[in-house]
């Protein structure tokens, strides 16, 4: 069971819109609609941000949003702003019932 | 309010035990999933496993089965991640989790518990 695949790295200036890829294969990300997405400042508890693909959980900004495609799971984070630089990571439920990470993206506003 | 708190930073040497703990509160301890994640120093998070407390029904994830053990104490509303004989390689800092407003996605996270092991 290996770790989803996210870019490393993303980078985008404060107002423009970013979007980060999370690839698995169908028996995770691709096979339930549980994926979800974490925000995580060094140091901090990470956050949830996104679940079951799409969803928002009260209190986070619509600025994030998720969508899914086949094995491919991505949240786009629009009118960036200097808060959001932190590292993003997305999780699945998987086949055998356990919890898949992504390798997670640093992302960098300019 | 709901919280997780974590036993605090831990510095062992290899080959000793640990027991580190995440005590719950503010909500019904046994009634959903507790998970444990691992962040080694420079890399990404990685789910260890996750327990029900209400059944004592543990699932790991290969890696770290028969390397770790998840345990909980229904009676004071505590999980905990146990190790028989540490590792250099367990260095890391370890959060805890759980699901309270959904059964597939980690909702409210304890502050994390560092744990450095050096000879």
């Known amino acids: 069971q290996s770790a989803l695949t996210q870019p490393a790295s993303v980078s985008g200036s404060p107002g423009q819109s970013i979007t980060i890829s999370c690839t698995g294969t169908?028996?995770?990300?691709?096979?339930?609609?549980?994926v979800s997405w974490y925000q995580h400042h060094p140091g901090k508890a990470p956050k949830v941000i996104i679940y079951?693909?799409?969803i928002r959980p009260s209190g986070v900004s619509n600025r994030f949003s998720g969508s899914k495609s086949g094995n491919t799971a991505s949240l786009t984070i629009s009118g960036l702003q200097a808060e959001d630089e932190a590292d993003y990571y997305c999780?699945?439920?998987?086949?055998?019932?356990?919890?898949?990470f992504g390798t997670g993206t640093k992302v960098t506003v300019l | 309010e709901v919280q997780l708190v974590q036993s605090g930073t831990e510095v062992k040497q290899p080959g000793e035990s640990l027991k580190i703990s995440c005590k719950g509160s503010?909500?019904?301890?046994?009634?959903?999933?507790i998970g444990w994640a691992r962040q080694m120093p420079g890399k990404g998070l990685e789910w260890m496993g996750l327990?029900?407390?209400?059944?004592?029904?543990?699932r790991y994830n290969p890696p770290f089965q028969g390397q770790v053990t998840i345990s909980a104490d229904r009676s004071t509303a505590t999980a905990y991640l146990e190790w028989s004989g540490l590792k250099a390689s367990d260095s890391a800092m370890y959060f805890c989790?759980?699901?309270?407003?959904?059964?597939?996605?980690?909702?409210?996270w304890g502050q994390g518990t560092l744990v450095a092991i050096s000879s």
């Open positions: 503010g909500y019904s301890f046994t009634s959903y999933w």
């Open positions: 989790a759980t699901t309270l407003n959904g059964n597939f996605f980690w909702d409210y």
């Open positions: 999780s699945s439920h998987t086949r055998n019932r356990l919890y898949v």
């Open positions: 169908g028996s995770d990300v691709g096979g339930y609609n549980h």
């Open positions: 327990m029900w407390p209400a059944t004592s029904e543990i």
């Open positions: 079951d693909v799409s």
